[in-house]
């Protein structure tokens, strides 16, 4: 017969019964440490004794706008949109190949009706991506 060792156990606190009433400002706060980067909502559940679901509930309705006063976000969404009818960028070099060519350092993305994006090189794959996935779902 095995020593009587049944496996780990781990004790959880009584999280108490029924429902508790929290305050719009400490349910917009525990949103916002949420969304901190690299946060997990099941660590800030654990930390203020919820369930993962009630975080994630509360962060729809602040995206929704029905969790208080909407603060505007600590950085823009996108990138500045600036509208002009500028020269279009001339190759690099002659070693550029094919029709429509640009330089090295920029990203050209055609929207449709006539609308280019040019980015810079060193913009970051996930900003390139969230912009396209924007023109994307504005589409008619």
């Known amino acids: 017969m095995p020593d009587g060792f049944a496996g780990r156990y781990e004790v959880l606190e009584d999280r108490g019964a029924g429902r508790r009433a929290w305050p719009t400002s400490i349910e917009v706060r525990i949103v916002a440490e949420s969304h901190a980067p690299e946060t997990m909502v099941s660590e800030v559940a654990r930390r203020h004794r919820l369930m993962p679901s009630q975080v994630t509930t509360w962060r729809s309705l602040y995206r929704e706008g029905k969790l208080g006063p909407a603060r505007s976000p600590a950085s823009p969404?996108?990138?500045?949109?600036?509208l002009e009818d500028p020269e279009p960028p001339?190759?690099?070099?002659?070693?550029?190949?094919g029709p429509g060519s640009m330089a090295p350092d920029l990203i050209e993305i055609e929207a449709g009706g006539g609308v280019v994006i040019w980015l810079g090189s060193s913009t970051p794959a996930a900003r390139i991506a969230e912009i396209a996935s924007a023109l994307r779902e504005r589409r008619p």
């Open 90 to 97: 001339q190759p690099a070099s002659a070693s550029t190949t």
């Open 77 to 82: 969404m996108f990138v500045q949109l600036r």
